[in-house]
């Protein structure tokens, strides 16, 4: 248990539906991030947030809609996403001053 | 931030020390070397990190080289568990800063 909560575990959605993924931090940290690994690949950093403020977006298509209404949650709102989306997309929070990075079991999605 | 070169695999047998091996050469003073594990599928997992010094913690050994441009992270007593992919990462703390994933280093403990 590493402090930060996925939901859900695991997501089946076709390509019109909308979706939501959740991230919940327990830890007090100021900064959060979305991660996507598709299969065989390193993991690639898609939003920043920083005291609720967005403060990186790595060119995701907007198909990805993230929101952070307070520093303890994170969503990424997901709609007319297409088969290549299909990943695993990890959340992650951390302090400052500390450095670590702490990272959720995520989400396995498939887009069909 | 700074990059790193990780061979793509390795093999240990169990009960045995694993070391895993990072080229940082073009480290910045103000960076940390960071490593990270993640066992297959799941999210992955802060092991150790250290400035210049050599670190230990319950779970590995860091050993950074005086010009601090390789490091080494070390299993003392590797187990089946220890099974996954291990990532050296350079980053500067003090800000919101990402880590940035390569491809790094497949460790499999072998009976």
């Known amino acids: 248990e590493t402090g930060v909560t996925q939901t859900p575990r695991h997501l089946v959605m076709g390509m019109t539906n909308k979706k939501s993924l959740k991230c919940e931090q327990h830890?007090?940290?100021?900064?959060m991030y979305w991660y996507k690994q598709s299969a065989k690949k390193p993991l690639e950093l898609m939003f920043v947030?920083?005291?609720?403020?967005?403060?990186e977006n790595n060119s995701v298509p907007s198909r990805f809609s993230p929101e952070c209404p307070n520093s303890s949650h994170l969503f990424l709102h997901l709609h007319t996403l297409q088969p290549e989306d299909s990943a695993l997309y990890l959340c992650?929070?951390?302090?400052?001053?500390?450095?670590?990075?702490?990272f959720g079991a995520g989400t396995r999605l498939s887009v069909l | 931030d700074a990059k790193t070169t990780q061979p793509p695999s390795m093999d240990c047998a169990e009960g045995r020390a694993a070391n895993l091996p990072c080229n940082h050469s073009?480290?910045?003073?103000?960076?940390?070397v960071y490593w990270y594990r993640q066992i297959h599928s799941q999210g992955p997992q802060y092991i150790i990190h250290g400035l210049k010094n050599n670190e230990t913690n319950e779970m590995a050994s860091l050993i950074i080289t005086e010009d601090r441009k390789s490091s080494t992270l070390i299993l003392p007593h590797a187990t089946l568990r220890d099974t996954a992919v291990y990532y050296c990462?350079?980053?500067?703390?003090?800000?919101?800063?990402?880590?940035?994933f390569g491809t790094g280093t497949r460790l499999q403990v072998t009976l």
């Open positions: 073009t480290i910045s003073g103000n960076e940390y």
């Open positions: 830890l007090g940290h100021n900064a």
């Open positions: 990462i350079v980053r500067v703390v003090g800000t919101a800063s990402k880590l940035t």
């Open positions: 992650a929070s951390s302090q400052d001053k500390e450095g670590r990075v702490y």
């Open positions: 947030y920083n005291f609720k403020e967005q403060t």
